[in-house]
Every structure is written in structure tokens, then in C-alpha cells.
């Protein structure tokens, strides 16, 4: 579980982080409906690579971290039915954070990505 700061979660959340629970993309499950995709530019899968899930009827994101090489999906927290077992383990993207947004001092922060 992850914060991250960068420009394109600013972007889509119209604040300064995403909160994300990041999963192996064969547990994850949609219990209702199916997601529509829209892809973007990423420093790790390249360009228009990066696939975000989004509801059909309401616009919210709902996933994230999709492409090339990944093994993972990003969920945002926001979106679990039940959010509050949500505990970030590192602050990521700080090279994109906004000086208003909180950011926990007790977790490790990273430039861009967490070393792997």
C-alpha cells in the first residue's frame, strides 16, 4: 500500500496523492459491473502504455499500475467498500509533491519509485 505523488494521480484525483492498495493482478476481482480504460504516459511502461480502470457510469478511477510487464494492479483505496484497513507503507513520487499535501514523515519516501 502506497501514496503516490505524481502528476498523473494529481491529475486524476484533483488532489495531491492517490492512495493505492497494489495486488497481484490474478486476485483481483470486480464484483459488479466492468471497467472502461483509458491509458496514459508512464516513466515505467512508456508511452500510452499505463491503463487506469474507471467506472462507466460515475467516471471514478478505480485501478491503476496496468501494462507492460506488470504483474500488479493498483486499486485506489478510496474505492474498497470498506477503505479504513488502508496503511500506506511508503510515500512515492515526492519529486511531483505538492507542498500543501500531507505526507507522513515516519514513512520512507522515494524520489520516484521504490528501489525494487
Given at each position: 500500500?502506497?501514496?503516490?505523488?505524481?502528476r498523473?494521480?494529481?491529475?486524476?484525483?484533483?488532489?495531491?496523492h492517490?492512495?493505492?492498495?497494489?495486488?497481484?493482478?490474478?486476485?483481483?476481482?470486480?464484483?459488479?459491473?466492468?471497467?472502461?480504460?483509458?491509458?496514459?504516459?508512464?516513466?515505467?511502461?512508456?508511452?500510452?502504455?499505463h491503463?487506469?480502470?474507471?467506472?462507466?457510469?460515475?467516471?471514478?478511477?478505480?485501478?491503476?499500475?496496468?501494462?507492460?510487464?506488470?504483474?500488479?494492479?493498483?486499486?485506489?483505496?478510496?474505492?474498497?467498500?470498506?477503505?479504513?484497513?488502508?496503511k500506506?507503507?511508503?510515500?512515492?513520487?515526492?519529486?511531483?509533491?505538492?507542498p500543501?499535501?500531507?505526507?507522513d514523515?515516519?514513512?520512507?519516501?522515494?524520489?520516484?519509485?521504490?528501489e525494487?
Amino acid at each position: 500500500m502506497f501514496k503516490c505523488h505524481c502528476r498523473d494521480c494529481q491529475h486524476v484525483t484533483g488532489g495531491g496523492h492517490t492512495p493505492v492498495v497494489y495486488v497481484p493482478a490474478s486476485t483481483f476481482k470486480l464484483t459488479r459491473g466492468k471497467l472502461s480504460y483509458f491509458k496514459t504516459d508512464s516513466e515505467m511502461m512508456g508511452p500510452h502504455n499505463h491503463r487506469r480502470g474507471f467506472c462507466p457510469e460515475c467516471g471514478s478511477r478505480l485501478t491503476g499500475g496496468e501494462g507492460p510487464g506488470m504483474t500488479g494492479i493498483g486499486v485506489t483505496a478510496g474505492s474498497l467498500d470498506d477503505p479504513r484497513g488502508f496503511k500506506p507503507a511508503v510515500e512515492m513520487w515526492m519529486s511531483d509533491a505538492q507542498p500543501w499535501d500531507l505526507v507522513d514523515p515516519a514513512l520512507p519516501q522515494f524520489k520516484k519509485y521504490p528501489e525494487r
